[in-house]
């Protein structure tokens, strides 16, 4: 079951003040990827597996883990292009370039993980054919870095995974990343969370300052992660041919789902849907019982 600890930014003015620090000293774009030394203008995706570099080593970096956007979602400074309509039906393709292949080694050297973890190693290597397809994940990634390193490690503990926003730290859980086709859906989920860091941010001062009620800071959390399902399902949507090609196609875990005639298709289509959702799921009533908790503490 997933828990919740309380941030500090939710009741310590000086720890948010910190926080908006150092978000604002990041910059506001990822940077260029490096020219491909590569002569071929795009080459087979199964064999780009074998052929890039390997990825960056990265040092463990599990400090601080407080949860706050748990897997599971007004769209405030959401761009509205992440948002377009994907085709479900979008013809196969077994082809990426150079460049995008040098594109996610940029963007994904702010990741920072074990890589003797080999189920988030390969949860990160599954993750790049989603990048390559998606340009809405691809957009995802590029706020991912413009905010700062991530750090990533998988939690027995936890049933499917959460973000804290404010350590950006991603905790996923052992059962999931048991399968490669969950691993890559909740690791892509929790990566568009701490893309909306801006927007959990929000949410957080405007609980400090006017002292919601349990049930309006659940609300507006799953208001908020509504923007990560969506953009999950899209991303899903653009880079489910790859995925197939791949073997860890599975529309469940991207909060999709396919329809008789074999196209994919969003399972929740309102924010209405994803909030009765996650009450039924018992996954509202988390955030009101952390938040709850908070405010006894403060009392």
């Given at each position: 079951m997933d828990f919740f600890q309380t941030s500090p930014a939710l009741y310590d003015p000086a720890a948010y003040a910190a926080f908006r620090h150092q978000t604002a000293a990041h910059g506001n774009s990822a940077g260029s990827p490096p020219e491909s030394p590569r002569g071929s203008s795009s080459f087979s995706a199964h064999a780009l597996r074998d052929a890039l570099p390997s990825l960056p080593r990265h040092a463990s970096d599990h400090h601080h883990e407080a949860p706050m956007a748990m897997a599971m979602?007004?769209?405030?400074?959401?761009?509205?292009?992440?948002?377009?309509?994907?085709?479900?039906?979008?013809?196969?393709?077994?082809?990426?370039?150079?460049?995008m292949a040098h594109a996610w080694l940029n963007v994904s050297s702010s990741l920072r993980?074990?890589?003797?973890?080999?189920?988030?190693?390969?949860?990160?290597?599954?993750?790049?054919?989603?990048?390559?397809h998606s340009p809405t994940f691809r957009q995802t990634m590029q706020a991912v870095q413009a905010g700062?390193?991530?750090?990533?490690?998988?939690?027995?503990?936890?049933?499917?995974?959460?973000?804290?926003?404010?350590?950006?730290?991603?905790?996923?859980?052992?059962?999931y990343m048991r399968s490669r086709s969950h691993a890559v859906?909740?690791?892509?989920?929790?990566?568009?969370?701490?893309?909306?860091?801006?927007?959990?941010?929000?949410?957080?001062?405007?609980?400090?300052?006017?002292?919601?009620?349990?049930?309006?800071?659940?609300?507006?959390?799953?208001?908020?992660?509504?923007?990560?399902?969506?953009?999950?399902?899209?991303?899903?949507?653009?880079?489910?041919?790859a995925l197939q090609e791949e073997g860890i196609d599975n529309p469940n875990p991207w909060n999709c789902r396919v329809t008789p005639d074999g196209r994919a298709q969003p399972a929740i289509t309102s924010e209405d849907d994803a909030l009765h959702s996650t009450q039924a799921s018992g996954h509202f009533g988390r955030y009101e019982q952390g938040y709850a908790g908070m405010l006894a503490r403060m009392r």
């Amino acid at each position: 079951m997933d828990f919740f600890q309380t941030s500090p930014a939710l009741y310590d003015p000086a720890a948010y003040a910190a926080f908006r620090h150092q978000t604002a000293a990041h910059g506001n774009s990822a940077g260029s990827p490096p020219e491909s030394p590569r002569g071929s203008s795009s080459f087979s995706a199964h064999a780009l597996r074998d052929a890039l570099p390997s990825l960056p080593r990265h040092a463990s970096d599990h400090h601080h883990e407080a949860p706050m956007a748990m897997a599971m979602a007004p769209a405030w400074g959401v761009p509205a292009t992440m948002y377009a309509s994907a085709a479900s039906h979008a013809a196969p393709s077994s082809t990426v370039t150079p460049h995008m292949a040098h594109a996610w080694l940029n963007v994904s050297s702010s990741l920072r993980y074990d890589t003797d973890d080999q189920r988030i190693t390969q949860a990160v290597q599954d993750l790049f054919f989603v990048f390559a397809h998606s340009p809405t994940f691809r957009q995802t990634m590029q706020a991912v870095q413009a905010g700062g390193p991530v750090s990533i490690r998988v939690d027995p503990e936890v049933a499917t995974g959460y973000c804290d926003t404010l350590q950006r730290a991603v905790v996923l859980g052992d059962i999931y990343m048991r399968s490669r086709s969950h691993a890559v859906a909740i690791l892509a989920f929790e990566l568009t969370n701490a893309s909306l860091a801006g927007a959990f941010a929000a949410h957080y001062e405007a609980a400090a300052r006017t002292r919601m009620t349990p049930s309006e800071f659940a609300e507006g959390m799953e208001r908020v992660e509504y923007n990560t399902i969506r953009a999950c399902q899209a991303s899903y949507l653009e880079a489910r041919a790859a995925l197939q090609e791949e073997g860890i196609d599975n529309p469940n875990p991207w909060n999709c789902r396919v329809t008789p005639d074999g196209r994919a298709q969003p399972a929740i289509t309102s924010e209405d849907d994803a909030l009765h959702s996650t009450q039924a799921s018992g996954h509202f009533g988390r955030y009101e019982q952390g938040y709850a908790g908070m405010l006894a503490r403060m009392r």
